[in-house]
């Protein structure tokens, strides 16, 4: 997020885009054909240097732009003016001089906000400096329930695989688990083992993991309450995320460096230095993302000079 961003939506040749929209939207499967599959299969990159940009107009909004999500036909966001700005990804063919055009506008929180979560289609949870969690109804336009048990700005949130829990960070250096409905939130559990800003979080069936500003990363289980790994990766932690399967987890520290950890050993098992050490010093190169399958495919992003 940036503000005015550039958003692009990315899909395979074999795949128009309406057809993808429609795909997802019905729980059919989506993504190239067969033989696309088996040359990616031999050769992951093939299937990332098939895949072909489609620019959205820069988002308008009056602030920064502070967080960004998306089902299969919006794209949501989120900025320091307190607005929740929703635009279609795919328009119809007779709309395509407005791509990009904003389609609908709430003013959600005076103050500012700082992060989005789909939870389900038209329903989000939104974080932002005024220390609440919000779930908000799209289509309706109002929240549907709030809550302010943090102490300090809500940094990120993330709903678990399983779409049952919703995981929300937080500069007070908490971490808070919610079970939520589609009208309610409930904080279920809090755990306050980091001991600086939380910089990203994320959770799976019965684990939470999280990493901070200083570099620290955490992983909890939900049942018993308390942390099952613990490490320092030097510096600040950018995002991280958690496989389906609880057996791997995945960190992008401030370096560039991607780690991965086997969970049935607690071992460090992959290290990757996206970007040379020099690249990051000397000309400003910096990651803030990750995508990962926990299978062949990586995907990082961010900014360079």
Same mark, same amino acid.
């Given at each position: 997020?940036?503000?005015?961003?550039?958003?692009?939506? *990315?899909?395979?040749?074999?795949?128009?885009?309406?057809?993808?929209?429609? %795909?997802?939207?019905?729980?059919?499967?989506?993504?190239?054909?067969?033989?696309?599959?088996?040359?990616?299969?031999?050769?992951?990159?093939?299937?990332?240097?098939?895949?072909?940009?489609?620019?959205?107009?820069?988002?308008?909004?009056?602030?920064?732009?502070?967080?960004?999500?998306?089902?299969?036909?919006?794209? *949501?966001?989120?900025?320091?003016?307190?607005?929740?700005?929703?635009?279609?990804?795919?328009?119809?063919?007779?709309?395509?001089?407005?791509?990009?055009?904003?389609?609908?506008?709430?003013?959600?929180?005076?103050?500012?906000?700082?992060?989005?979560?789909?939870?389900?289609?038209?329903?989000?949870?939104?974080?932002?400096?005024?220390?609440?969690?919000?779930? *908000?109804?799209?289509?309706?336009?109002?929240?549907?329930?709030?809550?302010?048990?943090?102490?300090?700005?809500?940094?990120?949130?993330?709903?678990?695989?399983?779409?049952?829990?919703?995981?929300?960070?937080?500069?007070?250096?908490?971490?808070?688990?919610?079970?939520?409905?589609?009208?309610?939130?409930?904080?279920?559990?809090?755990?306050?083992?980091?001991?600086?800003?939380?910089?990203?979080?994320? %959770?799976?069936?019965?684990?939470?993991?999280?990493?901070?500003?200083?570099?620290?990363?955490?992983?909890?289980?939900?049942?018993?309450?308390?942390?099952?790994?613990?490490?320092?990766?030097?510096?600040?932690?950018?995002?991280?995320?958690?496989?389906?399967?609880?057996?791997? %987890?995945? %960190?992008?520290?401030?370096?560039?460096?991607?780690?991965?950890?086997?969970?049935?050993?607690?071992?460090?098992?992959?290290?990757?230095?996206?970007?040379?050490?020099?690249?990051?010093?000397?000309?400003?190169?910096?990651?803030?993302?990750?995508?990962?399958?926990?299978?062949?495919?990586?995907?990082?992003?961010?900014?360079?000079?």
């Amino acid at each position: 997020p940036a503000n005015a961003a550039n958003v692009h939506t *990315y899909h395979l040749p074999s795949t128009s885009p309406a057809t993808a929209a429609a %795909a997802v939207s019905s729980g059919a499967p989506t993504g190239p054909t067969s033989a696309v599959r088996k040359a990616a299969a031999q050769d992951p990159w093939k299937a990332l240097r098939a895949l072909r940009p489609r620019p959205l107009a820069k988002i308008v909004a009056t602030g920064e732009v502070t967080g960004v999500t998306c089902c299969a036909s919006n794209l *949501y966001s989120v900025a320091s003016d307190g607005c929740l700005r929703i635009f279609p990804i795919f328009p119809d063919a007779e709309e395509e001089e407005g791509l990009g055009r904003q389609r609908r506008n709430f003013r959600v929180s005076p103050m500012p906000l700082s992060c989005v979560e789909l939870l389900q289609p038209e329903l989000l949870a939104i974080g932002g400096l005024d220390n609440r969690v919000t779930l *908000y109804s799209s289509s309706r336009g109002s929240a549907l329930a709030q809550s302010q048990v943090h102490a300090d700005t809500v940094t990120c949130l993330k709903v678990s695989s399983c779409r049952q829990l919703l995981v929300s960070g937080s500069r007070d250096q908490s971490v808070r688990v919610w079970r939520w409905t589609s009208a309610s939130l409930r904080n279920e559990e809090t755990f306050d083992d980091l001991q600086q800003p939380v910089t990203c979080a994320s %959770a799976d069936e019965n684990l939470v993991l999280a990493g901070a500003s200083d570099g620290q990363m955490v992983l909890w289980d939900i049942r018993s309450g308390e942390p099952v790994l613990e490490r320092e990766l030097g510096c600040e932690v950018l995002a991280c995320d958690l496989n389906l399967g609880k057996t791997s %987890a995945v %960190a992008l520290d401030a370096t560039g460096v991607v780690r991965f950890w086997d969970l049935r050993r607690n071992c460090e098992s992959v290290r990757l230095p996206v970007i040379p050490s020099t690249a990051t010093s000397e000309r400003g190169t910096s990651m803030s993302s990750l995508l990962t399958d926990f299978g062949q495919n990586l995907i990082v992003g961010g900014q360079t000079p």
